[in-house]
């Protein structure tokens, strides 16, 4: 697991919560600018763009990952 998924594991629903918060009280145009690049993705499968990218890296890899997520 990278730092990075690391640190996005540890992020509690208040912390979610005050996140959002903050976004909404940013103007309109900023709000949307924020939300387009915002995605969140928890479970034991990774978000289907990452899949894809495993997938490229090591054809069937996505397969078996499903397989391990649905298994967990």
Not at 31 to 41: A, G
């Amino acid at each position: 697991m990278s730092q990075l998924d690391n640190e996005l594991a540890d992020v509690s629903c208040d912390d979610i919560t005050e996140i959002l918060d903050t976004v909404q009280q940013m103007p309109d145009e900023r709000q949307e600018e924020v939300m387009i690049s915002l995605e969140m993705h928890y479970g034991p499968i990774p978000h289907p763009s990452i899949l894809g990218r495993y997938e490229e890296l090591n054809p069937g890899a996505a397969k078996l990952i499903i397989e391990n997520g649905v298994a967990e």
